[in-house]
């Protein structure tokens, strides 16, 4: 049970700067996840916390301790590789036992850590197997299991489910979130898939190039991302751009549809310079118009029904966009449909480097 | 190229073999048992009937024992030593990817003999240790120990970077980490490397000419004089030769069955 505290974190390798400075505090029992695209370093800084990679310049504090020059064995956290890394030449058992028994930890107390995690993670049939003998979620099952004995400090989970099919991974996924509220251990999750990250996270951080771009809990980082990065990464499926020119009272689409803006939001834009701006709505800000301002025709291309609603993909000024709809209002391929913006809710980015307008 | 002519470089490939490694080894076996007057006999004899005259010889007129007991103890000595600093060289390597320690290691082995063969002379004088098993020992881990380190670092290589993380994430400092996670691993390694310390230098004879005397003298060293002493003993010498090539041939049919193993598979997502 500790925080983490990263100040001024600098990681290269050789001319490769892959953290070029990053802070950041994470609260004692709290349940942090890392999203960003693949090679954003999001393993590089889960091992720089786990003591296996050295930092070139800045602190990393567990606790109140600052543990630069700790070694890994001596930080007491656990941690699942995006590998796996199982010990293949022992049992399952003893995979998840060794930790705890080179400890000297009692037997008895060992089994009950064993079995405990076993059924929580449905591996109990094949406890006597050797790692080569269990198919890639069942090795990362146990992995998992070795990592979930030992409560440590802190645990370190490099996309953990990445292997499990779609039923076990929201099982293991509503698993690894109860066991954090019984632990209530500090916990790191290490993902691409932003469904994970909103359901599981106390607070996300999402990462870009080594860069945090934006921390907070799921619903501030899908209401209100900083940047377009953010704002394009979190959400599914993701959300609608447009490039927009600024106009009195509004924007200009490409096609020259006029998207009226007022209130907080105009002053807001008015207090930028650019003319160029991004528009940003999500497919549920989408909504059905009989015409009017602000409104524009496409013709729709797939529809996709989920059941629960319809996602509707059309094609806008050369790029493809998706709207979600009431399963009510049936939709087919090759209609020509009208959409408008809720424009209360949608957001404007700044032309250069993508900040968040409003 | 055209079928018949890689079957007829096969079969060349195989006469070869036969003719220069496998006859020579059935010569010298069949010889071993021939009655003295018939090992140098021309054309050779076919039909005899085996006599054990020549082993009687060999251990009546040398200390053929004594050999064999100073082979094993420098031969067992030289592979332990060179197990004890060899596995642990080579895993240090293969960790910190810095490799030019085992590089001289190699260099030494790849060296003339001879060139050690002076200065050892000295060294070991200088501190009374000629005719020592310290000596033989010490000075066949130059034998042993590059031979080790070069046939383990492959293994060590192969062992997945991340198993050794988390054995470390696990609480593990390093030398436990080589013990109980990395060394179990590479038992295939393990084996075959020990077993080719063991042979080659069983089979060295160079340091043994100097750095031993008579109470410690090396079979391989013991029957190579021998041949120096004249033709009288040929029977004798097919015997010894007989003898000193029983455990390396074993050997090599073991280690053969090691070579191929997968023992890492499984550990990480493959
Ligand atoms: N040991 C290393 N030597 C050199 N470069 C490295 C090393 N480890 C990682 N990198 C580089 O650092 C960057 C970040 O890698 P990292 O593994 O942290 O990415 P990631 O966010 O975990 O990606 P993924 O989602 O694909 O696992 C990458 O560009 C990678 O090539
Ligand atoms: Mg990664």
Redesign the interface.
């Known amino acids: 049970m500790a925080s983490i505290r990263m100040k001024g974190i600098v990681k290269k390798f050789g001319d490769l700067t892959v953290i070029p400075r990053l802070d950041l505090e994470i609260q004692d029992k709290e349940f942090v996840v890392f999203v960003g695209p693949s090679g954003c370093g999001k393993s590089t800084l889960l ?1 720089i916390i ?3 990679e050295k930092v070139n310049e800045g602190d990393l504090y567990i606790g109140d301790e600052r543990v630069n020059d700790l ?9 699942v ?9 022992m049992t399952v058992r003893k995979n998840m036992a ?2 705890l028994e ?2 000297g930890m009692p037997k008895a107390e060992v089994d009950a850590r064993i079995r405990r995690a076993a059924e929580i993670l449905h591996i109990e049939p094949y406890m006597d197997r ?5 198919s ?1 979620g069942q ?1 990362q099952r146990v992995a998992m299991g ?1 990592a979930m004995v ?1 409560n440590p400090k802190v645990f370190l989970f490099d996309e953990p489910l990445s ?1 499990l099919d779609a039923k076990l991974r929201a099982e293991v996924r509503t698993e690894i979130k109860a066991l954090s509220q019984t632990l209530q251990t500090t916990m790191i999750f290490v993902t691409h898939d932003q469904v994970e990250a909103m359901t599981m996270a106390d607070r996300i951080v999402i990462l870009k190039d080594g860069m945090v771009q934006q921390v907070g809990g799921p619903e501030e980082v899908y209401r209100n991302p900083v940047n377009q990065f953010v704002a394009g990464f979190i959400g599914s499926p993701t959300m609608n751009f447009f490039t927009a020119a600024r106009c009195d009272g509004g924007l200009r689409l490409a096609d020259g549809t006029k998207v009226p803006i007022g209130g907080k939001q105009a002053a807001a834009l008015d207090r930028r310079s650019e003319a160029q701006v991004v528009l940003g709505v999500r497919p549920e800000h989408l909504r059905l118009a009989q015409g009017g301002d602000g409104s524009f025709e496409v013709t729709v291309n797939v529809v996709e029904p989920l059941g629960s609603d319809t996602l509707c993909y059309f094609d806008f000024e050369g790029s493809r966009h998706v709207a979600r709809l009431d399963p009510e209002r049936p939709v087919h391929a090759g209609e020509r449909i009208r959409f408008s913006f809720d424009t209360a809710r949608s957001h404007v980015f700044a032309g250069g480097d993508g900040r968040c307008v409003f | 190229m055209s079928e018949t002519w890689i079957r007829r470089l096969n079969a060349f490939q195989l006469l070869l073999v036969i003719a220069l490694i496998l006859l020579p080894i059935v010569w010298m076996v069949v010889s071993s048992f021939k009655p003295s007057a018939q090992v140098t006999a021309y054309p050779p004899t076919l039909i005899f009937t085996p006599v054990l005259d020549n082993y009687r010889q060999l251990f009546s007129t040398t200390p053929f024992g004594s050999y064999l007991v100073n082979s094993i103890v420098i031969t067992v000595g030289s592979t332990l030593l060179g197990l004890l600093f060899g596995v642990p060289g080579a895993f240090a390597t293969s960790w910190s990817r810095v490799n030019w320690p085992a590089t001289v290691t190699l260099a030494a082995r790849m060296a003339p003999g001879a060139l050690f063969l002076l200065p050892w002379y000295i060294m070991f004088r200088t501190f009374g240790m000629i005719g020592s098993y310290s000596a033989m020992i010490l000075a066949h881990a130059v034998i042993t120990m590059p031979v080790i380190i070069w046939v383990m670092l492959p293994y060590f290589d192969n062992v997945p970077r991340s198993v050794l993380e988390s054995a470390q994430v696990d609480g593990c400092h390093v030398p436990e980490i080589l013990w109980r996670i990395a060394l179990p691993m590479v038992l295939p390694g393990l084996v075959v490397s020990s077993i080719l310390a063991f042979v080659f230098s069983w089979n060295y004879f160079l340091f043994a000419l100097i750095l031993t005397n008579q109470s410690t003298k090396t079979l391989i060293a013991a029957s190579f004089n021998f041949i120096g002493e004249g033709a009288t003993y040929w029977g004798a010498l097919m015997a010894a030769a007989t003898i000193i090539a029983i455990p390396p041939i074993i050997l090599a049919f073991v280690v053969q069955r090691w070579l191929v193993s997968g023992l890492v598979m499984g550990a990480v997502k493959g």
């Open positions: 091992r786990a003591g296996l070694p890994a064995a001596r930080r007491d956290i656990a941690m590789f995006q590998d796996y890394a199982l010990y293949p030449h060794f930790a080179r400890r050797k790692p080569k003998a269990l890639g090795r070795r030992r292997n």
